[in-house]
């Protein structure tokens, strides 16, 4: 058991830290405005092009290290976070801000792909279960403390602190492979030859790509995200620039609706096994719709209160705490054969969805409420609507009775 946690542990941590640098991030958005003379657009594309490379950059890491173990891309992974951490602390426009944060979500890609795989090289069934669910609890920390953390540092160091921050916590994680993560993909396992290798991705890619099923409830899932990350792009802007949070408030309310998603999360099972996932993500889904329409209107009515906006979204984070899990679980059931590809695929196709909803709401940013909810709305009834059309049929019902 001992190892067990540290294993845990150890894998949580290096899952982390990429979203850290997401989260720590988050409010120093107005300050790097303000010092680069850049407006919130702009701005945003800092994070966007963070999300596309963590996105794009688990399909590579996956197939790299089947050939070539999982502790060497990890090396390479983290090592180039690190030197593009410091390059971002050193940025002194927008556009390299932005070219850097692209290339640091390279480097993070590589904690958020073989950490997963690494649960599946040492267990299978109820243990691996187990390790993913200690690794996920250990990475749930990243949004309850990150933004708080943030505060701190820019505080003390200004903007540029975060990402000296950030690269220190690369080093230590480079530190945490060498000395306490044992390569878990023995040559005899890895995949022998390029051509096969990526053949053989490539061929599974195809075969998810074919599957409407699978795609519609990755994307189900990825307009839940993209309501999101609609709201982590800002948010900073919203609730410091105009309703005049300090960024220590900031980070308590954004840790507050992430606690909101995370708690929720916990009942997934629970509710899963009494009334069948199909069922779970048909209501959640719909309650964050109707939740988000409710905001809609509140705004465009004219209403300006930030308790509407942080009691309505509170709710709404809930909802997608149960939409998240559910729709993964029922989009791998039928692949099991390829469960790391369709894990990869998913998580990347949710990625980038985000990141283009965040590069659209962007373009219309002004700093105030109204386009961010327009945003975020839009993202919750796309996702209402592909719920109902995916979940309706009988393929939906079996695969939901499959996983009861």
């Given at each position: 058991?001992?190892?067990?946690?540290?294993?845990?542990?150890?894998?949580?941590?290096?899952?982390?830290?990429?979203?850290?640098?997401?989260?720590?991030?988050?409010?120093?958005?107005?300050?790097?405005?303000?010092?680069?003379?850049?407006?919130?657009?702009?701005?945003?594309?800092?994070?966007?092009?963070?999300?596309?490379?963590?996105?794009?950059?688990?399909?590579?890491?996956?197939?790299?290290?089947?050939?070539?173990?999982?502790?060497?891309?990890?090396?390479?992974?983290?090592?180039?976070?690190?030197?593009?951490?410091?390059?971002?602390?050193?940025?002194?426009?927008?556009?390299?801000?932005?070219?850097?944060?692209?290339?640091?979500?390279?480097?993070?890609?590589?904690?958020?792909?073989?950490?997963?795989?690494?649960?599946?090289?040492?267990?299978?069934?109820?243990?691996?279960?187990?390790?993913?669910?200690?690794?996920?609890?250990?990475?749930?920390?990243?949004?309850?403390?990150?933004?708080?953390?943030?505060?701190?540092?820019?505080?003390?160091?200004?903007?540029?602190?975060?990402?000296?921050?950030?690269?220190?916590?690369?080093?230590?994680?480079?530190?945490?492979?060498?000395?306490?993560?044992?390569?878990?993909l023995p040559p005899q396992r890895r995949a022998r030859g390029a051509e096969a290798s990526w053949g053989r991705a490539l061929a599974a890619y195809g075969v998810l790509l074919r599957d409407g099923h699978y795609l519609g409830l990755v994307l189900i899932g990825g307009c839940s995200m993209a309501g999101f990350f609609v709201y982590l792009a800002g948010s900073p802007f919203v609730l410091i620039n105009h309703y005049g949070l300090s960024s220590v408030q900031y980070s308590l309310a954004f840790s507050v609706?992430?606690?909101?998603?995370?708690?929720?999360?916990?009942?997934?099972?629970?509710?899963?096994?009494?009334?069948?996932?199909?069922?779970?993500?048909?209501?959640?889904?719909?309650?964050?719709?109707?939740?988000?329409?409710?905001?809609?209107?509140?705004?465009?009515?004219?209403?300006?209160?930030?308790?509407?906006?942080?009691?309505?979204?509170?709710?709404?984070?809930?909802?997608?705490?149960?939409?998240?899990?559910?729709?993964?679980?029922?989009?791998?059931?039928?692949?099991?054969?390829?469960?790391?590809?369709?894990?990869?695929?998913?998580?990347?196709?949710?990625?980038?969805?985000?990141?283009?909803?965040?590069?659209?709401?962007?373009?219309?940013?002004?700093?105030?409420?109204?386009?961010?909810?327009?945003?975020?709305?839009?993202?919750?009834?796309?996702?209402?609507?592909?719920?109902?059309?995916?979940?309706?049929?009988?393929?939906?019902?079996?695969?939901?009775?499959?996983?009861?």
């Amino acid at each position: 058991m001992p190892h067990f946690v540290g294993l845990a542990l150890v894998l949580g941590l290096l899952s982390a830290i990429g979203p850290f640098a997401i989260d720590m991030y988050l409010p120093a958005l107005p300050d790097i405005g303000a010092s680069l003379r850049a407006d919130v657009g702009a701005v945003q594309w800092s994070l966007t092009a963070f999300f596309v490379a963590l996105g794009v950059g688990q399909l590579i890491y996956g197939p790299v290290s089947d050939r070539v173990g999982r502790k060497p891309p990890l090396y390479v992974g983290l090592s180039l976070f690190a030197v593009t951490s410091v390059g971002c602390a050193l940025a002194t426009d927008i556009h390299t801000l932005i070219a850097l944060r692209f290339m640091q979500g390279l480097g993070a890609a590589a904690g958020m792909a073989i950490p997963r795989a690494v649960v599946r090289d040492l267990h299978t069934g109820t243990e691996a279960a187990r390790l993913m669910s200690l690794l996920m609890l250990v990475f749930s920390v990243s949004p309850l403390l990150a933004p708080l953390a943030g505060s701190g540092v820019i505080a003390l160091a200004g903007w540029r602190g975060v990402f000296w921050a950030v690269a220190l916590a690369a080093v230590a994680g480079l530190a945490l492979v060498h000395r306490s993560l044992e390569e878990t993909l023995p040559p005899q396992r890895r995949a022998r030859g390029a051509e096969a290798s990526w053949g053989r991705a490539l061929a599974a890619y195809g075969v998810l790509l074919r599957d409407g099923h699978y795609l519609g409830l990755v994307l189900i899932g990825g307009c839940s995200m993209a309501g999101f990350f609609v709201y982590l792009a800002g948010s900073p802007f919203v609730l410091i620039n105009h309703y005049g949070l300090s960024s220590v408030q900031y980070s308590l309310a954004f840790s507050v609706n992430a606690a909101a998603f995370f708690a929720a999360a916990q009942f997934t099972a629970r509710l899963g096994r009494r009334f069948g996932l199909v069922r779970v993500v048909k209501a959640a889904v719909t309650v964050a719709a109707a939740v988000m329409v409710v905001m809609l209107g509140y705004y465009a009515a004219g209403g300006d209160r930030l308790a509407v906006l942080l009691g309505l979204y509170f709710l709404a984070s809930a909802a997608m705490g149960l939409v998240i899990p559910t729709t993964s679980v029922l989009a791998l059931e039928e692949h099991g054969a390829i469960a790391g590809t369709a894990s990869a695929l998913l998580g990347t196709l949710q990625m980038l969805v985000g990141a283009a909803a965040m590069g659209v709401v962007g373009v219309f940013a002004t700093g105030k409420p109204l386009p961010m909810v327009i945003g975020m709305t839009s993202g919750a009834l796309v996702g209402f609507a592909l719920t109902w059309i995916t979940l309706g049929g009988k393929r939906a019902h079996r695969v939901g009775g499959a996983v009861h």
